[in-house]
């Protein structure tokens, strides 16, 4: 079922406009390839609409947001929810400072989202949404542990409900829900969490899935995080002697370039709760 | 010949400013060390001028193009101009939106660009020199094949006669001319499009290449043009099971660190219309 | 010693907040994962001073400054001081245009930096202290050799104590001193100047460095410039025939990944003077 969702990816080549930092996007675009996607990126506000309107989907990420590129956020985003696209929010950092999570914020108030991927900590903060700053350890809530699972699935449930969108929590064990239903996912590697930016990639991954399978955003958003996870053990499992975290990077990106559906129907790891 | 030029780089070292996206310039710069250059950027209106000045070629792309960089777009070129230098123009996504396709009219209007490289569509656009916007889709002429060649060489050789600058329109099949002659050139690897940017390191290539070789601008181009491909090659015949998109743009600019004006010569697939 | 120094920044896990070039940033992020810190990157006005708040140290790097990032330097330099967090100054390009000189000398006079890494020619233009444009050969000063070391050593110590920072100059040779003792270091490969960046890794890592240091400055810093130079050594060691300056930044952050203390300890080459 999700193998089918990557095939429609790579049959329907979406074309994905990215409103992301400037950190990890070049892994963004490369990933949006490697998965049959297109990318294009910009944040002008006097560029975005034009932009947004020739694409299939909106990836806004708020990694390094400026007082310009959070104009651009605001017009692409109501551009594209004007056209019925797919818009996806990574709230990076949203929790550390007080910009970030006041734009979060009122992105979710102004624009609704197709769906909302971040870490617990971010997730948790928007769910509050209120716009104090807390800094990163104060507002670190538990992760997401075989533990603290059964309360974590009625979080992540409650907050796709109220928000109306699909919301991916991402962690060691990986979260997600329509409201109704929860995928449990566990492929990954914990080495991962030594390359900056997998999660910004996944945003594009999970943006680009939609767009190929509007009809079944759920499904779609769980095959991108299984697939970004099959990636890392795929990957991973090529590492050689002397490989470390920069070829570890290219080695993922590798990985979804020569992924399958069958590939990823087999190592998807996955209950539904 | 063209290996020629690749050595006059490699014996002259470039110093190359580049305005370019953020999405490419890591490559960009290491493709530019990869040939014998050097590298600087620079897109802050009051920093250009003195950065172009020490520099002996500009190359403007407006990938990611905002109001501040656009303003130092135009400010680096005329002064780049003033002091004789090459500039070259890659019009990223002209004819996508309309301040791309009006920025790089006006532009052209205002700099005499010593060469301009882009795909078919972009290039296009620029010929008709109109300011509307135009969706992907609605822009995209037929791409360079062996059947519409004839009428492309006419197009390219037109344009470059009317901006009297040497024109390089990429895909399939390459096309390089300065309004005489013709460069037809078929290097390269269809994988090269799953990568994000082989176009931007191209002009930063050809903007070095240019530097190197003034008296020679047509076939500067053509070599560079033909060591982008050619890298494509001998990187594709590098790869290994398991390699992907990410390897191999790590593979492409490797190509082009080992390359001499030997294997350059004997790569090189052109003919001359 | 110095392998002291890095296995107590994978003790520690120190969080860095980077102001730096949209070029080599991406390589800044996973070099300080690779050694075991955390990066964090923002550069709006708006958004520093709660980005810095949770963080250990900054990292200033004037690369591609513009007129919102240069008042973000100010304000997140200032508030760092205020925590008393560690700040280091990466002043690329001082010299190289009014702006950048500018830019370096009044963040000097505002802000005391915990340590200032540049080339020779940045580390003069700033002990020059005036904000006049040179180009980069008018500026370059002697590189240091083992002919000009004496010198070298007493024009960085005095710059040391003047600015009450700990100065690295690298190059070929490297130095490292707080004004009473130098470290000069001979770690490190030709072949790392041809990929970007090198440089700017250097400053994230000198960062993280210091900040898992505090107590003993010179010798985190000289850590961190053996622990580059050393991976570069590594990094060399393990290529490949067909490999070139791409796959060699891959390597060389995959051997800061995988050093330990003890190989530290062991391939570290320096003197102290």
């Known amino acids: 079922m999700l193998g ?43 560029d975005v609409e034009d932009i947004t309107a020739i694409c299939g989907g909106l990836n806004i990420n708020i990694g390094t947001l400026n007082k310009n590129s959070i104009e651009g956020m605001f017009k692409a985003g109501k551009k594209a929810i004007e056209l019925g ?17 006041d734009t979060a914020v009122k992105l979710m108030d102004e624009i ?7 870490n617990i900590s971010e997730i948790k903060t928007l769910s509050l949404g209120s716009g104090t700053t807390k800094g990163v350890d104060a507002d670190v809530a538990d992760t997401v542990t075989e533990e603290s699972l059964d309360t974590a699935i009625r979080f992540v449930k409650d907050f796709a409900k109220k928000t109306d969108a699909v919301v991916a929590v991402t962690g060691a064990i990986d979260l997600v829900s329509d409201g109704e239903r929860c995928f449990v996912i566990r492929n990954g590697r914990p080495e991962m969490g030594k390359i900056t930016g997998t999660g910004c990639q996944l945003s594009g991954l999970a943006t680009a899935f939609l767009v190929a ?13 299984c697939t970004m996870g099959l990636a890392g053990e795929i990957g991973w499992s090529n590492m050689k002697n002397g490989d470390g975290n920069s070829t570890y990077r290219n080695r993922i990106i590798d990985a979804i370039y020569n992924m399958d559906g069958e590939t990823l129907d087999k190592g998807a790891k996955y209950e539904i709760r």
Chains 1, 2, 3 share one sequence.
């Open 4 to 46: 089918k969702c990557l095939e429609n990816v790579r049959a329907n080549g979406p074309l994905v406009h990215n409103i992301t930092n400037y950190v990890t996007v070049n892994d963004v675009a490369n990933v949006l390839l490697a998965c049959g996607g297109s990318p294009i990126m910009s944040d002008e506000p006097e």
């Open 85 to 101: 696209h797919i818009v996806l929010l990574d709230p990076v950092g949203a929790g550390a400072s007080k910009l970030r999570t």
């Open 112 to 118: 609704h989202f197709s769906c909302i991927r971040g």
């Open 213 to 225: 399978n509007s009809d079944n955003r759920l499904e779609a958003v769980a095959a991108a995080v």
